[in-house]
């Protein structure tokens, strides 16, 4: 098929919500480690990996030897039949995971992963509400689009399902209190509690939150923030849930998981997107005595799969190999470096945050007024992908260019991305980036 032919039945068939970047599409075609080309032929410095999930390089011949021998061997099973893959899968994760969090329910995406975390918590504490936090995203069934803190990511449920309350986020660059790190002692922590003695019955099933704001735009807590909240969750009986489907895998560099940097102990992990480095899979993890409280017949027809859990231990084995985390954070520092100084350079990068390669810059008309600047945003990833760089956007305003390259990059490809953004950045007209702009 030509660009033009899928564009086409794209169109036709497809549910025309499906939103797609770029004014003019890209038409992918295929891809190899840290590149992807579109059907003209064009060639991409992907650091977006499809949206924070390609962890290990775009079809690692590493992973996909293991998948082609997996699906000659055996494709499917379902739940009710134990694999070879998903048990050696589950222990490698136990091996990973903090404390004493040794067992995995294993499903197809992130949503279900927070479905089921959530439902499970439910279960162990016999308690109803949950505590997330606003500018949050966690999946796109009903109860993760009562977790989302955007309006955005709420338009089929305008309304939370019952149940969900909402805590202000810790957002240091537009402080939901109008305060200033570390003078503030952090005091959006305690809106956690403020939020369950006002708006819930007083006793919580759980509190969900990402370690860092994904969709959000990368919002980093400061690192008090998780500590404070996690003693109170304890004190209203809930348990904490780390939502890491961006945050896990060595993305935020040196750990396996985004809340170790927190120094606190989490319930429950989902996660999903870079675990599978672009098979589907999600996983809810926990410890025993939390799992055995699901009760009640469980299925999940395709959830253990074993070629996406052959493929998921594959990429574990090869970041735990080529000492991925370790790169993360090397290259991931040197690339903080590059994206600082594109912000002493121009005005528009309002603040470059996230950790490991997991980093953002987001965009204002002005570093004074930090009004956001979301036609200049989409004005800088159109430049981007013009010099052949992919970048992501996100953030409650559209205002936030969020980058997640493999985590086996290296310090030229940074300056090959880098070098591009400059440019990008020097091509925006002082006139797209005062324009109102659109998601
Ligand atoms: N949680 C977070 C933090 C996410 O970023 C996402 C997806 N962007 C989800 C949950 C939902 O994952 P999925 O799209 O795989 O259902």
Not at 365 to 376: I, Q, R, Y
Request: net charge neutral; hydrophobic share 35%.
């Amino acid at each position: 098929m030509t660009k033009e032919d899928i564009l086409k039945k794209h169109k036709q068939y497809l549910f025309p919500s499906i939103s797609t970047y770029y004014t003019d599409p890209l038409v992918t075609d295929h891809a190899s480690m840290q590149y992807l080309w579109d059907t003209d032929g064009k060639k991409y410095l992907d650091f977006f990996g499809g949206i924070v999930t390609i962890s290990v390089g775009h079809s690692n011949p590493r992973v996909t030897e293991k998948i082609k021998a997996q699906v000659d061997k055996l494709q499917h099973a379902s739940t009710v039949f134990p694999n070879e893959g998903i048990v050696a899968l589950a222990e490698k994760l136990a091996q990973i995971t903090p404390g004493e969090i040794s067992q995995t329910f294993p499903s197809n995406s992130g949503t279900e992963a927070n479905e089921t975390a959530v439902q499970l918590a439910r279960m162990y504490t016999g308690h109803f509400e949950v505590v997330g936090l606003r500018h949050g995203y966690s999946g796109r069934s009903m109860l993760a689009q009562s977790l989302a803190g955007q309006s955005t990511w709420r338009k089929s449920l305008p309304t939370p399902a019952p149940g969900f309350v909402h805590a202000l986020n810790p957002y240091c660059y537009r402080c939901p209190l109008g305060k200033t790190y570390p003078s503030c002692e952090v005091a959006c922590a305690r809106d956690v509690e403020a939020v369950i003695q006002t708006t819930t019955s007083g006793q919580i099933a759980a509190f969900l939150a990402e370690p860092i704001q994904g969709v959000g735009g990368f919002i980093t807590p400061p690192k008090e923030y998780f500590k404070i909240v996690f003693k109170i969750v304890k004190d209203y009986g809930g348990l904490f849930i780390s939502d890491e489907v961006q945050t896990a895998w060595g993305r935020t560099g040196k750990r396996w998981f985004g809340i170790e940097h927190w120094e606190v102990t989490p319930d429950i992990i989902t996660s999903a997107k870079g675990l599978g480095n672009g098979v589907p899979i999600g996983v809810t993890l926990t410890r025993p005595e939390i799992a055995a409280s699901f009760k009640g017949l469980q299925i999940s027809t395709f959830g253990g799969n074993p070629v996406t859990s052959v493929a998921a231990k594959a990429v574990i084995d090869l970041i735990e190999e080529d000492r991925l985390m370790d790169n993360a954070q090397t290259v991931g520092d040197y690339y903080r470096e590059g994206l600082e100084s594109l912000k002493e350079k121009y005005g528009m990068v309002g603040e470059v945050r996230g950790m490991g390669l997991m980093q953002a810059m987001e965009f204002v008309k002005d570093p004074v007024s930090k009004e956001p600047a979301p036609a200049s945003t989409n004005q800088f990833m159109e430049e981007c992908r013009k010099r052949g760089l992919l970048v992501g956007k996100g953030g409650l305003y559209g205002n936030v260019i969020r980058t997640s390259p493999p985590l086996n990059i290296s310090k030229s490809d940074v300056d090959e991305a880098i070098r591009i953004m400059d440019q990008a950045l020097k091509a925006l007209s002082p006139a797209v980036a005062g324009a109102a702009g659109s998601r």
